[in-house]
């Protein structure tokens, strides 16, 4: 069955301080990675994505992801948090658009709070 | 580009009323999803339209439906509101093609009391 597990419910980190946010999918094909932030009260919107070739992947607002087969993990990193990166994360997995499994399939989230 | 439009924003309604939900997707996209947004809950497929039909469904009763239009856009009706069905509901659209990103709107926030 297809799912992607997100750990950490919530995670609290000092301003200027490293972040990983971890997800784990269970997938049986090809998965198509994606993550997500959500501001309060906001929609979704997308960080970055891997669909194939370098594992290690460049998104918006200083984040990466990088994509490990062999540990069914697609870990969100960022250097150094900014007070605005407080808010909710989620990891998704998606694949073949007309497959029966074609729904892109949400994490339950990470809470992300800033400690100033 | 226009992104993703929700309408309404807030939309509070008794028990046992219907609230229809609408959301117009980005240009040239054919798929709309829906999502419900429960406190606690994260995010939960509601129903997935592509091309003016329901490919897929979530795990929700009969009384959640909705529909596609020839121009892609998408309505939600909920039917007998319950209380449980306060959340956030988000609609995304995305290109009709393998691997493509989803892209959300904002949401409309129902309130049944």
């Known amino acids: 069955a297809q799912s992607v597990t997100q750990p950490d419910i919530h995670i609290t980190v000092s301003e200027g301080a490293s972040l990983e946010l971890r997800c784990n999918y269970s997938?049986?094909?090809?998965?198509?990675l994606f993550w997500y932030v959500q501001s309060p009260g906001q929609g979704l919107q997308l960080l970055l994505k891997?669909?194939?070739?370098?594992?290690l992947v460049q998104g918006i607002k200083g984040f990466e992801a990088e994509f490990k087969r062999s540990q069914s993990s697609f870990n969100l990193r960022k250097p150094s948090v900014h007070w605005s990166d407080a808010a909710e994360y989620f990891c998704a997995v998606g694949g073949e658009i007309y497959s029966s499994a074609s729904k892109i399939i949400f994490g339950s989230g990470t809470r992300l709070s800033i400690r100033p | 580009e226009a992104g993703v439009t929700q309408s309404p924003t807030h939309l509070i309604k008794t028990r046992g009323q219907q609230a229809t939900l609408r959301c117009s997707p980005i240009?040239?996209?054919?798929?709309v999803y829906w999502y419900q947004q429960a406190l606690g809950l994260g995010l939960q497929f509601l129903l997935w339209y592509d091309e003016g039909e329901e490919r897929n469904r979530g795990n929700f009763p009969p009384r959640f439906s909705g529909r596609q239009f020839p121009n892609y856009s998408s309505e939600l009706n909920v039917n007998a509101l319950e209380l449980e069905d306060s959340a956030l509901y988000l609609c995304?659209?995305?290109?009709?093609?393998?691997?493509?990103?989803?892209?959300f709107g904002p949401g409309t926030r129902l309130t049944v009391t």
């Open positions: 240009s040239g996209h054919t798929s």
């Open positions: 997938y049986g094909a090809t998965p198509y």
């Open positions: 891997y669909f194939s070739g370098d594992t």
């Open positions: 995304a659209s995305r290109l009709g093609r393998t691997g493509s990103e989803q892209y």
